[in-house]
């Protein structure tokens, strides 16, 4: 047996192995089963969070680890924002400002509108800006 060890390259003790199961690892999968039914949005963080106020010393990572082996992660559902493409379609509009010499304050502005996502939806924000100081101007 050694020989063939020596010959594969691993150690002969990795063979005789057997990993300890803590009696006290399947009490812990029961109640993250019971709290993943209950609460079936909740994810690791929380399902860690109910757990410590239960007064179960446990970390994040184990329960991360304990609940994706039973296949109870939670899949992240984001809300996605449609937009437009300024270059889809017809073009009817022209830049009128690519040959002007900007010289002063206040002679021309831009503006812009973007979408900023917040915890469950999306706000947009619009901005006017002077072209000549680059100031925000509302």
Sequence with gaps: MRQ???VLGFNKSTLYYQPKIDPREEVLRDKIEQLAAAY???GYRRITEVLVR???SV???RIA???KEENLSV???RV???TTSSFEGPQPWGNRVQNLEVSRQDQVWVGDITYV???ERFVYVALLMDVFTRMIRG
């Design 59 to 61: 970390g994040h990572r």
């Design 65 to 67: 680890r304990l609940m």
């Design 54 to 56: 239960q007064g179960y």
């Design 80 to 82: 996605s924002c449609q």
């Design 40 to 42: 079936p949005t909740y």
């Design 117 to 119: 996502r917040l915890k």
């Design 4 to 6: 063939i060890c020596e």
């Design 75 to 77: 899949s992240v559902k």
